[in-house]
């Protein structure tokens, strides 16, 4: 990974991170926000790989864990947006990425990277399970999560992809 390659990429998860902690909560539709670090490491997986997309997702989980209004035990994101940048970069090894594909991506990895928070609070006791919230809430909040990142993901995503594509290195043709 080149030093470039990691600023642009450190650039975008930070943009993402301030746009979600201080815009969107102006706009959260039953508490939920869209993930914006979750869409950016998406495109990275499917512009770099599984690898670059696991070491940029943990960093931006990580980034997610403290940022302020942070109320959970920190490293739950950081391992769900590893987990997405993982499950995402292996899509990107098997099929060429169309629209179609970009969007179930999102939408899969939406799903995986919300559960995958979700459950782990409920397992750390992070989360209020009283009657208010069963696992039908859970569920509700999940969806939510998706729908929010499916909608967000032709404004981000190409955007997110074009910038780590034009900083691929030229490659040798012999």
């Known amino acids: 990974m080149t030093w470039l390659r990691a600023a642009a ?15 969107f909560p102006h706009i ?3 508490g939920v926000v869209p993930n914006l670090a979750l869409l950016v490491v998406v495109g990275a997986a499917l512009t770099r790989g599984p690898q670059f ?6 960093a931006a989980g990580v980034l997610l864990d403290l940022a302020p ?3 959970h035990t920190a490293g739950r ?15 990107r090894q ?3 990425p169309g629209a179609g594909s970009v969007v179930a ?20 006791g992070d ?4 009657p208010a919230i069963g696992s039908g809430g859970l569920l509700q909040v999940v969806a939510i999560a998706v729908v929010w990142d499916v909608l967000l993901t032709p404004f981000v995503l190409p955007l997110v992809m074009r910038v780590l594509e034009r900083l691929e290195p030229a490659t040798a043709t012999v």
């Open 53 to 58: 997309a696991m070491t940029l997702g943990f």
């Open 9 to 23: 990429a450190g650039a975008l998860v930070v943009v993402a991170l301030l746009l979600q902690v201080s815009v």
């Open 28 to 30: 959260a539709w039953e």
């Open 77 to 91: 994101w950081a391992l769900a947006l590893l987990l997405v940048g993982y499950v995402a970069g292996r899509v």
């Open 105 to 124: 991506t999102v939408a899969a990895s939406s799903f995986l990277g919300t559960s995958v928070f979700a459950l782990s609070g409920l397992v750390l």
């Open 69 to 71: 209004p942070a109320d």
């Open 127 to 130: 989360l209020d399970v009283g």
């Open 94 to 96: 098997d099929l060429r």
